[in-house]
């Protein structure tokens, strides 16, 4: 045996008493034998109130000069903002999420086969200017107000509208151990039927955290366009906070 097959030999025994090292102990060096172990899942919900209603607005206006479009977008926007603002909303809690100018185009019509016309090209024939802003409220009671005050002035759109829980650290940290304690007496049981012991817990892992609105009232504000006599109605109610976890344990 070569000088090169020896150093090679040597190499290839230290890695795999390298590897056996690390499959055989744990984080904190004790022995571990990772096929000894069960695995439970838990679930955790918690039922809060939503104390605050987001929603963002676009305004969009189209015109031959960059200027006017921004002009005629900012318009509306500000008297947009006027409005909500009778209504609360403070200044911290309005923001923009995007503000663009962009060409506007149009498509031509060129001649086609048997008489008729077909557009085949387009040209810039204009300028967009558009504006995203984003509001947030803590009056739930005033839910319906804004969105028929922003609708009064005729935005581009009106989207993203959500009750939610402003501060739910504590909420989540209280589903996550809700959880856990699902889990544990879970584990409990499944030794038992088992008849082994619970040792350490080898690893945890906290999956999909999820928030599922349970709608249980509604309110009605004034009318959503002008002086349209439809009532915006906006269900409000409660969100189920979940939180699932992974525990595995090792076994004796």
Known sequence: MNENQIHGWKFWVLLALVVFAVSSFGKDGEKFDGTKTIAVQGTGDVYAIQDTVMLSFTVTKTAKDVKVAQKDMNDVVTQILKA????????????????????????????????????????????DASQTIEIKMHDLDKSGELVSEIGKFNPTSVSGLQFVVEDDKALLREARQKAIDDAKTKAKE?????????????SFDEGGRGYQ??????????????????????PTGQNKITSNVTIVYEIR
């Open 213 to 234: 609105p349970l709608y249980m009232m509604a309110s009605e504000k004034g009318g959503m366009g002008g002086d349209m006599p439809t009532p915006t109605v906006m």
């Open 84 to 127: 909500v603002k009778t209504l609360g909303v403070e200044d911290k809690n309005v923001k923009t999420i995007s503000y663009s100018v962009y060409p506007h185009y149009v498509n031509e019509a060129s001649p086609c086969p048997y008489g008729s016309y077909c557009p085949t090209n387009s040209k810039v024939d204009g300028f």
């Open 190 to 202: 499944l030794a038992r039927d088992l008849g082994v012991r619970l040792g350490r817990v080898v």
